[in-house]
């Protein structure tokens, strides 16, 4: 059987869905393991041991999802980050209709955040006494996780998907493994990852970079997190500076 050689796009296509897999699956194991963790240690001393485990989760997701991604797309022959969405233009605006997702979002957040669900898993940090300096270092580590985490979906995955294929199967693709990824956090997040993976999709092909879908995950995930805290009844914010 003779071999042929990969044609242009699939080369692309092959890293960024190999590593949708294995970097996830990466990220994800080695930030639940237990001996890894435990050498690590003490990362900020703001934090008990777990708020210490749930920042680590962070970066080393900010590390397998973006980072590395970064560094597979130099592998790939002429092309750059900017090809793959990791682009400061702004040329091409968002439609008018995605700055009206955020007041949904901050709306069916504070519905939710109440939710004893919810509550059981967020926020990540279980912190019983947070401050303007706790909250600020929660939130700039959670940014620096989604940039990593937009930029392998959004970015990576998208763009080579869409080296072989029409956008509607790229964006089929590209919400069946996003939601794939959200599946040890139960049913309700793994369905609704799907929409919002499409629409973070879309986004991210109209303006050809992933700012879009940074800054809607972004409000998604710390106004949960600030929402969780406020109507979790063992944990409180302090305006106290420490």
């Known amino acids: 059987m003779t071999g042929h050689p990969l044609a242009f796009g699939e080369l692309g296509f092959v890293l960024a869905v190999s590593w949708c897999t294995l970097g996830f699956a990466s990220y994800y194991f080695l930030s639940h393991n237990k001996i890894f963790v ?9 934090f008990d041991s777990q708020g210490n485990q749930v920042i680590l989760q962070r970066m080393l997701g900010l590390f397998f999802l973006g980072i590395v991604s970064a560094l597979l797309i130099f592998i790939l022959p002429g092309m ?6 990791l682009s400061f233009s702004f040329s091409v605006l968002p439609p008018w209709w995605s700055y009206l997702l955020i007041p949904l979002i901050l ?3 504070n519905i939710s955040a109440r939710k004893p669900g919810n509550l059981a898993r967020y926020p990540q940090i279980r912190q019983k006494k947070w401050t303007p300096r706790l909250l600020l270092i929660s939130a700039i580590t959670w940014i620096l996780f989604l940039i990593g ?3 392998l979906f959004r970015g990576f995955l998208l763009q080579a998907s869409l080296d072989l294929m029409n956008p509607l199967p790229a964006f089929a ?13 139960g049913p309700g997040e793994t369905y609704g990852s799907i929409p919002v993976g499409i629409v973070l999709c ?3 092909l109209v303006t050809g970079n992933i700012w879009s879908a940074v800054i809607l995950h972004s409000i998604m ?6 929402l969780s805290i406020q109507a979790h009844p063992d944990m409180k914010i302090s305006i106290s500076i420490e």
Do not use: M, R
Not at 80 to 85: I, N, S
Not at 174 to 179: D, H, I, P, T, W
């Open 80 to 85: 750059t980050l900017k090809d793959y969405g």
């Open 149 to 151: 985490y937009e930029f």
């Open 221 to 226: 995930a710390l106004s949960n997190e600030w």
């Open 173 to 185: 693709l590209n919400g069946a493994l996003y939601a794939l990824a959200h599946a040890y956090k």
């Open 107 to 109: 709306g069916l957040g």
């Open 202 to 204: 879309y986004l991210s």
């Open 38 to 46: 435990s050498k690590i240690g003490i990362l900020l001393k703001e």
